[in-house]
Every structure is written in structure tokens, then in C-alpha cells.
């Protein structure tokens, strides 16, 4: 490789790590502490509002939960990789890019559940971050260099796949979102699903 | 293990670094500085102001103390495992969903430290990431080749003890919310206590 | 070198890294959630909302690409470097505080991005930023010892080319700002666009 | 060292570095984006209001110019340090809770810097991480089977001259608070005069 065209992996992992960590926390702070009038009792009417609260956070969980596998496949991805060259690492940061929009989108879904245009948003943001994941796996089958060893054909199918999970709930959760958008956030849950079917089928 | 299916344990704790990081880091943010009204001099009202914060400082540096305790509970944990397989890692990870709402839940009791609901919540979070921790040490203790040295009964004891310390102040802090909910947030301040008498009993 | 005045250089990276992922998911707090007036359909009233975010998003994707470009100028420095010493540490987190201003001012060309004084502070920010990557060249430049290798003199003078991207395109965007205030952000998309050029006669 | 009783270095080092990273970067949220009136054109009155946030960013630099010299301080400790026991361990995480409180106690400078209140609160957050400091340096000269070699009586009086240096500019601000508040926080400009003067004595 060219002198200069290298990008130390550990350093990118550092930044990768931090993103996600950040953008996991971060999604707790849509929630907001409910305020309580100041002529009425906190013992009274807070049950109420605390309950109230069950839509954000569970918004927030699942969130969580798909950061978490596309912080899984991210882990998953650079154990294949045995050094990184430039055109890789800026497909890297503009999944970071996805990545921290995360939050935001999420708010989204939290304050206006049942709103067709905040299912869409998220779900646009879940699958342009599939669809980069997928892009990366493509350059690597393409620059075997790269790696500790080659992607055979049956893992690169494989690896698709994985890649393919988050933009598949996504189309699930816009077409749910018309019949009814209160149960579209839930097609989100599948994700670890289908992974976990993958992985199944990887290990056989 | 099979290929594939084991995770970067080095990347499992940077995650988890960031993540308690940032939680901890977040607890001040629920400080907000108090806004002084336009037409009253600030050297004359914001001493009353800042000292009125007091129960939101104490919340925030209780709420640090527990989760500096989680911290070096998952720092001791992962001291004895040598390598990370999937179940394990999904196990972690939903345990950092579990930190994450830590800022969530302890700006609540910050806000209304009195409400029975705010305590509540707080203590269902604490005790709900002690159990996490529990589950964590059940699976290494059913699967020692994760470990660098298989765990001993009496190991598996002291550590199933520690992990019961946060739920067990946080029932403590339930029960006091009935008499007396401004005094049960000091319950956890036990944590500490409960664990250097373990730590003292496993030293032996 | 003498004792107690080297600094460890992965602690730097560390700190940069963390610094960075921040900054990096801290521009979309920038882009609230848009508030729906209680007696209004989300339905009817959000798409509008969310379309009207489209100034944030860019604002926030292209502070996004620049800070990118300045974290891949800090690998690509840290990669010539040996060892640190106190001075050069200096001027690095002396750098950072440039990297924490970024928030603050995308946000107000967010807010603001048609107004001069947001476009002069967001370029006066990034401008500095460069220069004071510059600084960090001329200090390693002059300072052999701290390098893996020397540094030729056609080596600095295209590290200095590198550093003066995002100058030349504060610049640019200052002189857009009397014309034409609305595309003047556009001017630092041409970052990466003299970056690769500059790296592709750096390869040859 | 008893088993179970060390703790991991590399881990207590990405902790702090998240944590400082984090406050570092939380300092500019304290400075918000002014709001412009509805009927009134930014590009008349935003120079105004980005000009009237001059103290608030003077503060914000202060304050990670401070930050900044307690990492180095952190750097240069953890420098000497071979392992870490759980005393130590907690010193340093109970100085971390004071780390967390610099953004609140900045900001309350920042909206408020002409109140003595809230430069007492500063002050006193200081003076409180420089003493922990002294406390840590303390229990490393007492403790020389932590460190790489022990620490010499002269290193150590220079060692808690260094942990002095913020608990002096802090008494230097509360004591200027009086005659001029408007001045006392350029008292913390000193901190890194006072460390330089000290390693220049360390280095004859």
C-alpha cells in the first residue's frame, strides 16, 4: 500500500466506539423529566405521567437495540479486516454520519409515534445505514487486500444478508405504518431475528 | 468456538467505557443553573438559588457513587474472562441499556426526590442492572471456557453477593420510601459498604 | 528527552478520539425535534415540519464531512509521530478546543445560515482549526526527534498544502457570503475535493 | 497484591479519558445559540447578540484551559504509576465526580460571572480536584509498590507544588471576588504559568 494511503484500524475503532456510545446515551435524553404543575402534588399526579412515558421508552429501547447490532456488525466486520486504506475509512465515517443522526431520528419516532413522516424518517435512516454496511462488505470482497483472508463467495452472500436485516424491518415498518403505524416501531425487533437466523445458518 | 461467533473483548470494553463515561458525565447535565429573574440583583438571589440545588447535587453525586460501582463491577467481571461469545456479549450490551437510563432516572429523582414514583424508578433501574450483573456471572459460571481460570464455588458465592448489593439497596430504598421517602435515596450509599465487606470476606 | 516532559501518545489519541466522536453526534442535537401545536394533526402538519429541517440536516452533514476531514488530519499527523512532548501536546489540545467550538458554531450557521456574521464565525472557527493544524507541522517539521522519520522538505510543503484546505475554503465561503450567503456552506465540501487532489500528487 | 484486588490500568486511563473528553466538549453546550425576535433581521442584530456571548466564551475557554491542565496532570500521575489497588482506584474516581461538575460550575460563571456565588462555586470545584490530586500523590508516595521506581522526596514536594497549583488560582479568584469579580477568573490563566515555572525547577 502507498505511503500515507493507510489508516491506523485502532484509531478508527476508538472514534467508531465513541460514536456509538454516545449516540446509545444520547437516546435516553428525548425523554424528558415530566414537569409537574406547581399547584398540584408530584405523589399524585407524577404515577400518571411517569406511565405515560412507556411510548419514549420504548422508542428508546429499540433504538438501543439497533444500535447495538449495528455496532455488533461493525465489530463483526472489521474482525475481518486486517488494515483499512482510505476510500474504506470514508465509507466508515459516513455510516458514523448515519449513525449519529440515530438519536435525532428516534426523537422523532418518540414524540410522534403514530405520524407517518416520523416512521419514514427512521426507517430511511435505518436502511441507508444497512445499505453503507453493505457497501463496505461489497469493497472488502472487492479488496481481498485488505483482509486477514479472502471472502468466499457462500460468506459474502452471508454477509449481504446481514447487511440487508435493517433495510428489510425498515420496508416492514413503511408498510405497516399505513394498516397501523402504532405497531410499525415493533418490525424493529426482528432485526436480532433475523441475525441471529443468519448466524445459524452461517454456523452449519 | 466457532468462527465467527466469538467478539472483540477489547471492543466490548471501549463501548462500555464510553458508556458509563458519558452516563456518569450526563448526571450534571439534570443540574440545570437556575435562571435569575431580569430585575433582581444576582449577588442577592443566586446564593439562595445555588444552595436551593443542594438535593439535585446530592442526587447526582449518589447516582455517580452507584454507577462508579457498576463500573468496577463490570471491570472485575470481565478481569476473569479470557474470551467473549455472543450470548455473553448480548447479555453485556442489554446491561448498558440498563446504564443508559441511569441520567433518565436519576434526574427524575433529582427533580422530585420526595414523589414515591421518582424513587420507585430510580430503584427498579439499579436493581434491574444488579440482576443483569447477576446473570452475567451465572453464565460464566456455567461456561468456564470463557474464563481464564474456572470460577469456585465459593468465587461463584461472593460474586453472586455482589451482584445482589445494588438490588438489595434498592429495596431498602422502596421500603423507606414509605416512612420517610427524602431519606431513602442514602440507601445506596450501603453499596460501597456492602461491597468492601465482601471484598473484606473474599480477602480472607 | 528528559524525564517528565514526554506524554503518552496513546493517551492523546484517546482524548482526540473521544473529543471527536462528540463533537461529531453533538451538530445533531442541533436539529431539535419540531413542535406540533396540540390542536394540529402530527399527520397534516409534520411532513411540512420535517421538510422544513432541511437547512439543520446539511448544516449538520457538512460540519459533519469537515470534522471528519480535520480527525483524518490528526491519524494522518499522529501516524509520523514517535513520541510527544509537552509543547506539542500544547498546541495539539489547544487544537481541540477549535474542535469543541464546532457544535456551537454549526449551530448558529444552522439557526442563521443566511446571516454574515454566522457564516464569518463557522469560517473564522475552521479557519483557525487549520491554522493551528499548520502550527502542529511546523512544530514536527522543526522537531525531527519526535518523528518516526524525517520529514522531507516536499513532504512539508504538501502537509502544509493540507493544512491550508480548510483556510482556502473559510476564505472562499467569507467572499461567497456577500454575493450569495445561501450556498457560501457549500464551499466546504471543496475540503475533501483539495484534500484527494492533494493526496493524489502526493502518490505520484 | 491479594487477587481480585488490582485493578486494570488501561481501563481506569479510558474511563478518565472519556470522562475529560466529555466535559471538555460539554463546557460549549453552556453557550447557547442567541434567539433572534421574529420582526427583527438577523443580519442586523445577530453581530449584537454573537458579540454579547464574548464573556460566555472567554468562561467556556477558561475552563478547558483548566480541564485541560488537569489531564496533563492525570497523564503525568498515571506516568509513574505500574498498577493500580481499589484505595487508589477510588481516589481517582471520586476526583472523576469532581471532573463532572466543571460544566455545571462553568456554566453557572458563565451566565453569572460577576457573582461572587458563582465564582466561590468554581473556586471551590477546583480547589477541590487539585487537593484530590495532592490526595493521590499522597497515597503513591506511601504506597512505592504501585509505582515504576519510588518517588524521591525531592519529586514528591514538586509532585504536591503541582496539586497546589489550582487550589492557589482558586484562592487568588475568590480573594479578587471582592474588589474586582469581573477579573477573577483570568486567575486560572496562572495555572499554567505555575506548572511551566515548576517543570522548568523539575528539569534544572
Redesign the interface.
Known sequence: M?R??E??KD?V???T???????????????G?PS?PAELS??VV??GL?LGLWPQILAC?IA??VL?SF??GH??L??LVARLD?PF?NLN?IT??GI??V??SS??TS??G?????IW?FAANLAAIGLLYGAQRYYLVRHPNLLHAPITPAEARLGYARSLCSPAAALLAVLLSFPAPDLSSFSYLLIPVFLAAI?HM??R
Chains 1, 2, 3, 4 share one sequence.
Open positions: 502507498a500515507g494511503t489508516v491506523a484509531r475503532e476508538a472514534l466506539d465513541g460514536i456509538f456510545a454516545i449516540a446509545m446515551t444520547l437516546l435516553v435524553l428525548s425523554i423529566v409537574v408530584p405523589d407524577l404515577p411517569v429501547a438501543f437495540l447495538m455496532w455488533l465489530e463483526q472489521f474482525g482510505r475509512v465515517l458514523l454520519l449519529v443522526f438519536p435525532f426523537a422523532l414524540d410522534y403514530s405520524a407517518r413522516i416520523a424518517v448466524d452461517w454456523s
